[in-house]
């Protein structure tokens, strides 16, 4: 059974930078056959995709539009987990952040979700 | 960028009844690439259906998805009193961009 544990800081300050982990257990960041994402949800904007990281023989990131430029997506295959990084951050990144597995162009499980206050 | 449009926004309906949830894409998409989740308070979205019509691990066949093109149904027949949540359809576009709809409440 896959299991992603979600871990960071639930504070952070304006124009500072978000950063998020997820660690994977009963699955393999490598695995060939599968995306690691992350996904936000505020009243505001609803659910968003934020980004992803894959293998496939090499790795590869993909981002949303709407925070391209700010995003970076890890993998850490020594540790098993992959890791979120959003920078210059303002109230409007004030979210539910959740990391969660792509398989057949949809999400198939996810972590337990962690709020992020953006204010100072 | 394909934007996803659901309906009703809010269906309320009985224990026993049957609910059927629109999703309307902007674009036309393959039905590959279209998916149905359901979600609680507090608890993270539930995969329901992927591929538009196939039912994941778990979930009971009271739930079915339809459509093609840029109309898409989700069918939830003998409602349970769990089944009373909202429900978000979830798109990946050619340019391997995802995004999802505003939601359907379905409340008692």
């Known amino acids: 059974q896959v299991q992603l544990q979600q871990s960071g800081p639930g504070l952070v300050k304006p124009s500072q930078t978000l950063s998020l982990t997820c660690d994977i257990s009963?699955?393999?960041?490598?695995?060939?056959?599968?995306?690691w994402d992350w996904v936000r949800q505020s009243p505001s904007r609803g659910l968003e995709w934020l980004g992803t990281t894959y293998y496939r023989s090499k790795w590869y990131t993909a981002y949303a539009t709407s925070v391209k430029g700010r995003i970076t997506i890890n993998p850490d295959t020594s540790k098993n987990q992959f890791s979120l990084q959003l920078k210059s951050v303002t109230p409007e990144d004030t979210a539910v952040y959740y990391c969660a597995r792509g398989f057949r162009w949809s999400f198939d499980y996810w972590g337990q979700g962690a709020l992020v206050t953006v204010s100072s | 960028e394909t934007v996803l449009t659901q309906s009703p926004g809010t269906l309320s309906l009985s224990p026993g009844e049957t609910a059927t949830l629109s999703c309307r894409a902007s674009q036309s998409l393959a039905s590959t690439y279209l998916a149905w989740y359901q979600q609680k308070p507090g608890q993270a979205p539930r995969l329901l259906i992927y591929g538009a019509s196939n039912r994941a691990t778990g979930i009971p066949d009271r739930f079915s998805g339809s459509g093609s093109g840029t109309d898409f149904t989700l069918t939830i027949t003998r409602l349970q009193p769990e089944d009373f949540a909202v429900y978000y359809c979830q798109q990946c576009d050619t340019s391997f961009l995802f995004s999802f709809g505003q939601g359907t409440k379905l409340e008692i």
């Open positions: 009963g699955d393999s960041v490598s695995n060939n056959a599968v995306g």
